[in-house]
């Protein structure tokens, strides 16, 4: 059975959430999950279970999780809150003991006797660490996997650090969970405006036609956060910012961004293509490489000044990498990735410039952009030139501009997490990453990971709060992308502002 033909949970159903005492589970899976439950989009009588090392009762659990359960007017969501507290328990139990997973799964089917259900419908959401995903993985399925029922196994990055070590991973869990039943979060494809791309790309035949190498000079793909790894250099040391942010969340917006056509909307047909687009990508060169690492400025402490972090640490803090997409479509056009923490600023965009107009009847215009805002603000903005108002044939940039807020006010746009774990219940794979993909980018990615890790590439430190590295300008300069005026900001085109310059 193809991955996608998995059936939607209707029944009761039991949701468990494994690593229900971390940050994840308490800042992301419940609120998530009680968001679905307050808009009735869970399966009727849905049970959830939250287990973890660490001992607690119920009440203390309800306390723990209670705080980031928020959405919705005041009134209806402390009553919702009730409600959604009363379907959560939890158990407490280890993650490598086998009796732990036996007494789990005694609680499940304490539960289901007591349901009317025909069948047995289990979801484990693992939001652990990566040590014992397998581990866990195989427990359940040793202990707590019915037979005669649906089982889904929800997990989420890291899935390893190079291919070699994904591949062992994905073996591991493989031999236990077959792919129908496997759902590996990468939650940028939960998120809206990459959702969006989709509907933005094959809805509009105007844009898509323009998508390839005859118009697009260059695409950036920008991910900046503006906080350092703040006491969690440790943890973020063994991976750093590549694997973090480039080798799963931009890669998964670059393979829908340049992919082709789908047949259809259905998972596979979604991931055949996303597949086949990285499968024209060679690993990336040293040479389109550009790391840093952030030092201590504007009060703000450096990332070696980071006491878990090791001193001689060649760990990217920043990267901008570019990508080369062989397709006959985007054959020559320079993707770049970049992405780095302790920036200047909180963003996450695609960036596509357009060529030059062509010489002769203009000069100076500046280039078309087509700018996709995933986060804050999502948005989407077209920079076109038009004739400046007046007796003058001049130009003046301005844009065409969807922002989300202004045009779209009365939509709530949903969590990452709520649109996965809803698709993940209703069995459709489409906005999971399918084992092969996974695979594809880790063969993109694993040389540069490797050469940084041996040292062999060391570029240069960045000062907190700044926009990267000083050479990022001239990196990006060498892949054709033009900045038309440093100075330059968006006018305000009212007619006031015009008419006085007449
Ligand atoms: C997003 O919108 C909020 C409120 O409308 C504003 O304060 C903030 O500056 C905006 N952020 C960006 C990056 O535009
Ligand atoms: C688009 O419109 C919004 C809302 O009016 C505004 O905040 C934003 O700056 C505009 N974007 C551009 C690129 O002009
Ligand atoms: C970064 O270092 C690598 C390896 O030394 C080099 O190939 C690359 O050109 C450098 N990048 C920049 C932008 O200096
Ligand atoms: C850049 O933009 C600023 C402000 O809009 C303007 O004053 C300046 O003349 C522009 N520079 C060039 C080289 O076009």
Redesign the pocket.
């Known amino acids: 059975m193809p991955a996608s033909e998995v059936p939607a949970l209707q029944d009761e159903t039991i949701i468990v959430v494994l690593g229900a005492s971390g940050d994840l589970a308490k800042k992301k899976t419940f609120p998530a999950l009680f968001n679905l439950f307050r808009l009735n989009l869970l399966p009727k009588a849905t049970r959830i279970i939250g287990y973890a090392r660490t001992k607690m009762d119920n009440k203390g659990f309800h306390e723990k999780i209670a705080d980031f359960l928020k959405e919705g007017d005041k009134s209806e969501s402390k009553k919702a809150k009730e409600e959604f507290l009363k379907v959560c328990t939890y158990l407490p139990g280890a993650y490598d003991e086998d009796e732990a997973f036996k007494n789990l799964n005694k609680e499940m089917e304490k539960i289901e006797k007591e349901g009317s259900s025909k069948t047995t419908n289990r979801l484990f959401y693992m939001a652990l660490p990566p040590n014992v995903f397998t581990v866990v993985a195989g427990g359940l399925k040793r202990n707590c996997y019915v037979e005669d029922g649906n089982n889904r196994i929800v997990i989420e990055k890291p899935f390893g650090k190079d291919l070699e070590s994904s591949r062992e991973m994905m073996g591991e869990l493989k031999k236990l969970w077959k792919e129908e039943e496997t759902f590996r979060i990468d939650h940028y494809l939960g998120k809206e405006m990459v959702k969006n791309l989709l509907m933005l790309r094959f809805a509009n035949p105007f844009v898509d036609s323009g998508l390839n190498s005859n118009l697009v000079d260059n695409v950036q793909i920008t991910f900046k956060e503006p906080f350092g790894t703040e006491g969690r250099g440790g943890y973020f040391d063994e991976f750093g910012i590549i694997r973090d942010i480039q080798q799963n969340h931009l890669s998964q917006v670059l393979s829908l961004l340049t992919m082709e056509r789908p047949v259809s909307f259905s998972a596979e047909d979604i991931r055949n293509e996303k597949t086949k687009v990285l499968r024209y990508v060679p690993p990336i060169k040293e040479e389109d490489v550009l790391i840093g690492q952030y030092a201590a400025a504007n009060g703000k402490p450096g990332y070696k000044d980071d006491d878990t972090v090791p001193k001689d640490s060649n760990c990217p803090t920043f990267a901008a990498l570019t990508l080369w997409v062989n397709s006959p479509r985007w054959q020559g056009v320079p993707f770049i990735l970049k992405a780095g923490k302790a920036l200047d600023e909180a963003k996450v965009e695609i960036r596509i410039q357009y060529k030059e107009v062509t010489k002769g009847l203009f000069k100076d215009v500046p280039r078309n952009e087509l700018?996709i805002r995933i986060q804050p603000?999502e948005?989407i903005?077209l920079?076109f030139n038009a004739k400046k108002p007046g007796l003058q044939m001049e130009s003046i940039p301005t844009?065409l501009?969807?922002?989300y807020?202004?045009r779209l006010e009365d939509f709530r746009i949903p969590e990452a997490y709520e649109a996965l774990i809803l698709d993940a219940l209703q069995g459709d794979h489409s906005n999971f990453v399918r084992d092969d993909e996974l695979d594809v980018s880790w063969a993109i990615f694993t040389p540069i990971l490797h050469a940084i890790d041996q040292g062999k590439i060391k570029n240069e430190s960045y000062e907190y709060g700044s926009r990267g590295p000083q050479s990022l300008n001239n990196f990006i300069g060498r892949y054709g992308y033009r900045r038309d005026n440093e100075s330059y900001a968006?006018p305000t085109t009212s007619v006031e502002n015009v008419k006085g310059k007449i």
């Open positions: 700018v603000n948005s903005y920079k844009e501009n969807m922002t807020k202004e968006w």
